[in-house]
């Protein structure tokens, strides 16, 4: 058996095809390693390769851009030997979760690479949330994943009219996205997502306590993750999961399970935004001008949605704060854009002005 089609055997379980196979020729003739990150913790990784999982360093590979540091779900090329051993290149990422840092400067985290299918789990422990929903659900359509929300705990909605009601809020909420009930606690509604995230890579997303512990243990079918009780005051536990880990599944398929993730932010993700509100951009297209702010304008066909009914306001509101949030990350590194905005702002607020001096004149 050559090495390619030994890679291939052992780490086919992890996702490993030809296309990744050709894309680590020029590194099988240095005499590295395939393998794919499955844990990275304080500057080391864990690599499962052909031979078992292996202890890498990544500092050769770590760049003074963040979004190009090894991440969980890199297929890498590790050293056969050395204390340390190096991690000494990543394949280039088909899919890569990037959300913006909490930090001031304009920098994005990635928190999982070449994902196919992103599993926001949200609890019906609480009252639904629905703009973070469409928050992550922004992230990961910009991703290039294929997003999913998993309503977690739907043994706390016993009533099915009440639950059918949520689970339509949501749906609503996420167009052209499947939206599942499950409650890991009794096995239901398990069998649909099992079906789903059994091929390709499911990256695990959510705030902490929305069960995404109990969720993956349920997945992988043992308790691989640490549970403990979310609070009865607001839903939200202690990060049970505090690194990004990979874990195949017995029927097929990896999941790498995150932390709960209190920030969400917006990194460039504005291809993602308009996806999540893909009914308000088909409405725009009717407005009289061509870039409507949806604000104040006259012939605004998203406004008039609005007034009929046919459009949730509560949607509008949202999409207009994503635009607004992404469009100022942009600008932190653009001048120029940074310049068009300020120059918008200067014109609404001359239009506000100019349109409370005319209500006075009325007035007087």
Known sequence: MTSSSAALSALA??????????????????????GRVIRVDRGQCDVVTP???LRADTAFVTPHDPLRVVCTGDWVAVEPGGNPRYVRAYLPRRTSFVRSTSSKRSEGQILAANVDHAVIAVSLAVELDLGRV???????????AQPVVVLTKADLVPDPVTLAHLVQDVETSAPG???????????????????????GT????????????????????????????????DG??????????????????????????????????GGGVGQVFAEIG?????????????????GCAVRTAVEDG???????????????????????TDARLRSEIKKDWKRKGAQGRAAMEAKRGRWS
């Not at 379980?13 to 395939?34: I, N, Q, V």
């Not at 099992?194 to 091929?199: F, H, I, M, P, R």
């Not at 512990?213 to 993750?225: C, F, I, K, P, R």
């Not at 202690?238 to 790498?256: D, E, K, Q, W, Y």
Request: hydrophobic share 40%; glycine share 10%; proline share 5%.
């Open 134 to 144: 469409e928050r992550f659900l922004a992230l990961a359509w910009e991703s290039g």
């Open 236 to 269: 939200k536990g202690r990060h049970t999961t505090t690194t990004r880990n990979l874990l195949a599944l017995p029927s097929g398929g990896v999941l790498i399970d995150t932390p709960g993730l209190r920030g969400v932010g917006l990194f460039d993700a």
């Open 282 to 298: 088909e409405l725009a297209e009717r407005c009289r001008f061509h870039d409507c702010s949806h604000e104040s304008e006259p």
């Open 310 to 332: 046919e459009l949730p306001v509560r949607r509008l509101e949202s999409y207009r704060k994503l635009m607004r949030e992404n469009q100022w990350i942009v600008a932190k």
């Open 177 to 199: 996205v499947p939206v599942l009930t499950v409650s890991a606690l009794h096995g239901d509604g398990l069998d649909t997502l099992v079906a789903l995230v059994g091929s």
């Open 51 to 53: 031979g078992g999982v």
């Open 13 to 34: 379980p992890y996702g490993w095809d030809d296309a990744w196979a050709d894309a680590f020729t020029p590194y099988e003739a240095e005499g590295l390693l395939p």
């Open 202 to 233: 499911s990256v695990l997303l959510g705030q902490s306590g929305a069960g995404k512990s109990t969720l993956a243990n349920a997945l992988v079918g043992e308790d691989v993750m640490d549970v403990r009780a979310a609070r009865d005051v």
